[in-house]
């Protein structure tokens, strides 16, 4: 099992910064792939960026050059550093891991963007 616990959300206005922690339960190394989800009121959950094991990045092209992600092996953590938030990025951030073939999740946390 892969629990995962975000922190890290609030509200910020618009060209504001946040960072979002995922605590895990598992060594992150360890883990195949870790990423982060959102979803909008009314919208499907998206993928918003993820981090493979050997360290292997994606964005969402709409995320490109403002969000980063990272982790701390260390610390059984993940990081996603928002830049320049925008309105459209209010959602719920998920935290999310891959491993054994199977997904987990963590429960969320509200990012919210004001213009």
């Known amino acids: 099992q892969v629990q995962l616990v975000e922190s890290g959300g609030g509200l910020v206005q618009a060209g504001g910064s946040l960072r979002l922690s995922c605590a895990t339960s598992r060594s992150v190394f360890r883990v195949n792939v870790l990423g982060w989800y959102r979803q909008a009121p009314g919208k499907q959950r998206e993928l918003v960026a993820t981090k493979t094991d050997s360290g292997d990045t994606n964005y969402a092209d709409s995320v490109k050059g403002r969000f980063t992600i990272s982790r701390d092996n260390a610390k059984n953590l993940l990081y996603l550093q928002m830049n320049s938030l925008e309105p459209a990025d209010t959602a719920v951030y998920y935290c999310?891991?891959?491993?054994?073939?199977?997904?987990?999740w963590g429960q969320g946390t509200q990012v919210t963007v004001s213009s």
């Open positions: 999310n891991a891959v491993q054994w073939g199977m997904n987990f």
